[in-house]
């Protein structure tokens, strides 16, 4: 079995990469590298099973030989990424979707997309199930990754229903763990980053926004089985166990000595007040829940970090 994965140098694309070949499939990695690193999957490079190609899939491309599965990672995902690559993030999430599916249409392979739950927008029901239509701001700085996954759903739907491409539609809430960026922008590495250089920690507004944050086995463990399954519509994947980001943020600062001091800034435009989501669907159709708790992938992730930065600094 031969698996092409799309974002394949990325934090979430290579920890997949890993999974599929531990399962004994063929794996081919295509990656742009606008925000993934090769570092992340040089482990498998020598690897039989394991090929990476540089490939931009908003372009024209074509892969050789058969293909199985196609797992579509591709997207800045972070509100740096994303702010900083708007155009490029809308392509991928549309043009991009559209080339995937086109493969898979070609091979006969299965398709999976990588959504979000920004696909909720800043909720008004939490948790948040796959009921949930969301309530987005189509036009404000946040809607190039929130409607360009939107889009992405919609498009894969569609070719699930008019060409009868078998689909398959993830929604990932928070993920965290080794190979995240320290400076991606995101919670966590950016308040690890923020407390390595010394610099105090920055919370939004006055840190009660809530978020929910799975450890990176349990995430690929979802995906994985919902990969797997028959199921077409939208499936949550994340951790429900709800924290809020100032909570978070002192749990950061207990693997400090000098504890860095937190410092408050206003509240970034349509940031979501609650992320939360309700697996009821993944526990019943996949059998699946996350395992690992915070405090458990809290410190496998800080230790990475620490050694990363160390490396950085020492090199």
């Given at each position: 079995?031969?698996?092409?994965?799309?974002?394949?140098a990325?934090?979430?694309?290579?920890?997949?990469?890993?999974?599929?070949?531990?399962e004994?499939?063929?794996?081919?990695?295509?990656?742009?590298l606008?925000?993934?690193?090769?570092?992340?999957?040089?482990?498998?490079a020598?690897?039989?099973?394991?090929?990476?190609?540089?490939?931009?899939?908003?372009?024209?491309?074509s892969?050789?030989?058969?293909v199985?599965?196609?797992?579509h990672?591709?997207?800045?995902?972070?509100?740096?990424?994303?702010l900083?690559?708007?155009?490029?993030?809308?392509?991928?999430?549309?043009?991009g979707?559209?080339?995937?599916?086109?493969?898979?249409?070609?091979?006969k392979?299965?398709?999976?997309i990588?959504?979000?739950?920004?696909?909720?927008?800043d909720?008004d029901?939490?948790?948040q199930?796959?009921?949930?239509?969301?309530?987005?701001?189509?036009?404000?700085?946040?809607?190039?990754y929130?409607?360009?996954?939107?889009?992405?759903?919609?498009?894969?739907?569609?070719?699930?229903?008019y060409f009868?491409?078998d689909?398959h539609?993830?929604?990932?809430?928070?993920?965290?763990?080794?190979?995240?960026?320290?400076?991606?922008g995101?919670?966590?590495?950016?308040?690890?980053?923020?407390?390595?250089t010394?610099?105090?920690?920055?919370?939004?507004?006055?840190?009660?926004q809530?978020?929910?944050?799975c450890?990176?086995?349990?995430l690929?463990?979802?995906i994985?089985?919902?990969a797997?399954?028959?199921?077409?519509?939208?499936?949550n994947?994340?951790?429900?166990?709800?924290?809020?980001i100032?909570?978070?943020?002192?749990?950061?600062?207990e693997?400090?000595?000098?504890?860095?001091?937190?410092i408050f800034?206003?509240?970034?435009?349509?940031d979501?007040?609650?992320?939360?989501?309700?697996?009821?669907k993944?526990?019943?159709?996949?059998?699946?829940?996350?395992?690992?708790?915070l405090?458990?992938?809290?410190?496998?992730?800080?230790?990475?970090?620490?050694?990363?930065?160390a490396?950085?600094?020492?090199?």
């Amino acid at each position: 079995m031969r698996a092409v994965i799309t974002g394949g140098a990325g934090f979430l694309g290579s920890h997949l990469c890993d999974k599929f070949i531990a399962e004994g499939w063929e794996v081919l990695s295509l990656d742009n590298l606008i925000t993934g690193v090769e570092a992340n999957h040089a482990h498998l490079a020598r690897n039989p099973k394991f090929k990476s190609l540089h490939v931009d899939v908003c372009e024209p491309f074509s892969v050789d030989g058969a293909v199985d599965y196609v797992l579509h990672f591709a997207s800045p995902a972070s509100p740096f990424d994303y702010l900083k690559f708007p155009i490029e993030t809308m392509r991928v999430g549309s043009v991009g979707t559209q080339n995937t599916l086109d493969l898979a249409r070609a091979k006969k392979a299965k398709f999976f997309i990588a959504s979000t739950s920004e696909c909720y927008g800043d909720p008004d029901v939490s948790p948040q199930p796959e009921t949930y239509w969301g309530h987005v701001n189509s036009i404000g700085p946040r809607a190039v990754y929130d409607e360009a996954k939107r889009f992405a759903e919609a498009m894969t739907m569609a070719y699930h229903r008019y060409f009868g491409v078998d689909t398959h539609i993830v929604r990932i809430f928070n993920t965290y763990g080794p190979r995240m960026r320290l400076k991606d922008g995101r919670a966590l590495p950016n308040f690890v980053h923020q407390a390595l250089t010394g610099q105090p920690i920055t919370v939004y507004g006055e840190g009660q926004q809530t978020r929910s944050f799975c450890y990176v086995s349990d995430l690929i463990d979802g995906i994985y089985k919902l990969a797997m399954s028959d199921e077409h519509l939208p499936t949550n994947i994340g951790n429900p166990q709800e924290i809020t980001i100032l909570q978070f943020a002192e749990k950061i600062r207990e693997h400090f000595e000098n504890a860095p001091k937190i410092i408050f800034e206003p509240l970034p435009q349509d940031d979501p007040k609650q992320r939360c989501p309700d697996i009821s669907k993944a526990k019943r159709l996949l059998g699946w829940a996350p395992k690992v708790g915070l405090a458990e992938g809290l410190k496998i992730t800080m230790d990475h970090f620490k050694r990363e930065f160390a490396a950085a600094a020492a090199g």
